[in-house]
C-alpha cells in the first residue's frame, strides 16, 4: 500500500527525529563512561528497528551456513544495494558484530547526522581524490583490527533496477590486504519499500535477507578473482 501524503509526512518527522536523537547521543559519548561502541551498537539497533517499524516492514533473515563472527578475526559484509532501507535491515541481521559502514565523504559534511557518523566509528572514503582514499583505506584497517565489522556495497551506489551494477576494486583490495573473510549477502524487497531516486515509500513490505558462504579473501592474490566469486554469490542470493 502506497503511503498517503499526511503518511508520508509522519515517516519524514520520524526519520529526522530517529536520526538526530542517535546522532546527538553519539556526539555526546567522551562525556559518559563506558563503552561508548557499546552504545553505539544499541543506538544504531534501536534506529534501524524504529526506521523499518516506522513503515511496517518486516523482514526474514535466511542463514544456512550458519555464518558466525569469532573474535580476533577481521569481516566485511558486502551486499547488494538499492534502497535506504538495507542499511537498517543489515544492522537488524547481524546484531552480534560491531556493523559501520564505509561511506561517501559526503555523508560526513551533514550538520548533526556526520558529526555523528564520525564519532560512531563510520568510515569516510574519498572517490575523488586517490592518495586521500589510500589513507582512507589505511584507517578502515584500523578499524577492523579494532573489531569492527565493515559493511561495504561494492556497486558504490544503488541501483535503480535492482540488478547489480559494476562492483568497484576498492573493497576487495582492503580484504586481500587484510586478510579478511568476506560475507556476501543479498536483500531481496527492500526496493518496494523505497526505491532509489523517489520519496514514495510502500508500507508493509517484506524483505529477505540471504546470508551466503563466507569467502576468505586470503586465499586470492589478485582481487579481479575475488571478485568475480562475490559477485556470483551475491548474485544468486538476491535475484528473485
Not at 547521543?25 to 563506558?34: D, S, V
Not at 592518495?131 to 569492527?148: C, R, T, V
Not at 551506489?157 to 560475507?183: H, M, N, P, V, Y
Not at 519499500?193 to 586465499?219: C, K, M, W, Y
Amino acid at each position: 500500500m502506497k503511503a498517503t501524503t499526511l503518511q508520508k509526512l509522519l515517516i519524514f518527522i520520524k526519520i529526522i527525529y530517529s536520526t538526530l536523537r542517535i546522532s546527538i547521543g553519539t556526539i555526546f559519548n567522551p562525556y559518559f563512561r563506558g563503552s561508548h561502541r557499546d552504545r553505539d551498537n544499541e543506538r544504531l539497533r534501536w534506529w534501524a528497528s524504529y526506521l523499518l517499524q516506522s513503515i511496517n516492514f518486516t523482514f526474514e533473515i535466511f542463514n544456512p551456513h550458519q555464518v558466525k563472527f569469532e573474535p580476533g578475526k577481521r569481516y566485511i559484509i558486502m551486499s547488494n544495494h538499492n534502497s535506504h532501507y538495507d542499511i537498517p535491515l543489515l544492522l537488524m541481521a547481524f546484531p552480534s558484530t560491531t556493523l559501520r559502514m564505509l561511506a561517501k565523504k559526503e555523508l560526513f559534511r551533514t550538520p548533526i547526522w556526520g558529526r555523528g557518523l564520525k564519532a560512531a566509528e563510520f568510515i569516510s572514503i574519498d572517490r575523488h581524490d586517490h592518495n586521500q582514499a589510500l589513507k582512507d583505506m589505511e584507517h578502515a584497517k584500523e578499524k577492523m583490527e579494532s573489531g569492527i565489522t565493515l559493511w561495504i556495497a561494492p556497486e558504490g551506489k544503488r541501483s535503480r533496477t535492482g540488478e547489480l551494477l559494476e562492483f568497484k576494486k576498492g573493497g576487495f583490495l582492503l580484504s586481500i590486504q587484510t586478510d579478511a573473510t568476506i560475507i556476501p549477502v543479498g536483500i531481496r524487497g527492500a526496493m518496494n519499500a523505497l526505491p532509489p531516486g523517489a520519496l514514495d515509500f510502500t508500507l508493509n513490505q517484506h524483505a529477505e535477507i540471504r546470508i551466503g558462504q563466507p569467502v576468505n579473501a586470503s586465499q586470492y592474490t589478485k582481487k579481479e578473482a575475488l571478485m568475480e566469486v562475490v559477485r556470483s554469490e551475491i548474485h544468486n542470493l538476491s535475484k528473485p
